[in-house]
């Protein structure tokens, strides 16, 4: 079993950054593949980046790519989500997923545990 807690979403202006952290629990983590979805209100849940289990390969949707980056300390059993040059429909609940696996999935149906998530507001 492996419990997810999310941290670091709140209001920040255009342009701007944040760093969203999602610490885990459970002897896995460092075996599991990592990622990090979005949910705007009224819309589906989207994947946002991924990590695998060793760090070796990240993946980004193009909506985000070359503004987001997600790494993981597997010592301190955490993931990360440095967000730049935010924008405001970057709006929406950030949620952290881990997966059995270790080798990154794109879908949420491929994702078996996840956070509570955690409000990320952009004002424009």
């Known amino acids: 079993q492996v419990q997810l807690v999310e941290s670091g979403g709140r209001l920040v202006q255009a342009g701007g950054s944040l760093r969203l952290a999602c610490a885990a629990s459970?002897?896995?983590?460092?075996?599991?593949?990592m990622g990090w979805f979005r949910q705007a209100p009224g819309k589906e849940r989207e994947f946002v980046a991924a990590?695998?289990?060793?760090?070796?390969?990240?993946y980004y949707s193009d909506s985000v790519k070359g503004r987001f980056t997600i790494s993981r300390d597997n010592a301190k059993n955490t993931v990360y989500l440095q967000m730049n040059s935010l924008k405001p429909e970057d709006t929406a609940v950030y949620y952290c997923?881990?997966?059995?696996?270790?080798?990154?999935?794109?879908?949420?149906?491929?994702?078996?545990?996840w956070g509570q998530g955690t409000q990320v507001t952009v004002s424009s």
């Open positions: 997923a881990a997966r059995r696996l270790g080798w990154v999935g794109r879908t949420p149906g491929e994702y078996d545990y």
């Open positions: 459970g002897r896995t983590f460092s075996r599991n593949a």
């Open positions: 990590i695998s289990w060793n760090g070796d390969a990240t």
